[in-house]
T-cell receptor
């Protein structure tokens, strides 16, 4: 079992729709959860982080965390073609800044 | 403010040769990390420097890999001798000591191809 699992996609959504990206993790000691966006050939860029159960909203992005189910998701509202990228889920155990990544989900927002 | 810069962006070498990758973190960032992504796999942690000291090198695959951060500024990652399975994208990231979110700023990576 992978430590952080994501569906590789591609996930295709029409412009203006809600994109839902999901991630599960195996280490119950994980305390911090991150979503990075990576355009092809570019650096991963942090877009959201969440520490506590529940929802966290930032603009068009909402991160959701359920520690009991070991599940974290990212919702992107009003999806735009510029949102087309690979979204990487990453988790961090307590202490240090060592991230464990999933393989990423490719999102395609179609006109 | 300049971001994390990595050099070279792409290196093609033959098996058995040596390659040195360089990372310049964001100025003032004490924490520097090396990660690697091999084809089709997830990005994996290699090691973590705090200033010039190795804080965690648990992800280094074997003794063919040597990372240094002399003076606590830029870092180099040397692979000697390179093997086919070393091919991949090597990412460097940095963060400020006091970063509350643990946010890492990544470079665009150095793509290594070993033939």
């Amino acid at each position: 079992q992978k430590e952080v699992e994501q569906n590789s996609g591609p996930l295709s959504v029409p412009e203006g729709a809600i994109a839902s990206l999901n991630c599960t993790y195996s280490d119950r000691g994980s305390q911090s959860f991150f979503w990075y966006r990576q355009y092809s050939g570019k650096s991963p860029e942090l877009i959201m982080f969440i520490y506590s159960n529940g929802d966290k909203e930032d603009g068009r992005f909402t991160a959701q965390l359920n520690k009991a189910s070991q599940y974290v998701s990212l919702l992107i509202r009003d999806s735009q073609p510029s949102d087309s990228a690979t979204y990487l889920c990453a988790v961090m155990a307590g202490g240090g800044n060592k991230l464990t990544f999933g393989t990423g989900t490719q999102l395609k927002v179609e006109l | 403010e300049a971001g994390v810069t990595q050099f070279p962006s792409h290196s093609v070498i033959e098996k058995g040769q040596t390659v040195t990758l360089r990372c310049d973190p964001i100025s003032g960032h004490d924490n520097l990390y090396w990660y690697r992504r091999v084809m089709g796999k997830e990005i994996k942690f290699l090691l973590h420097f705090v200033k010039e000291s190795k804080q965690d090198e648990s992800g280094m695959p074997n003794n063919r890999f040597l990372a240094e951060r002399t003076g606590g500024t830029y870092s180099t990652l040397k692979v000697q001798p390179a093997e086919l399975e070393d091919s991949g994208v090597y990412f460097c990231a940095s963060s400020h000591k006091a970063s509350p979110t643990g946010e890492l700023f990544f470079g665009e990576g150095s793509r290594l191809t070993v033939l």
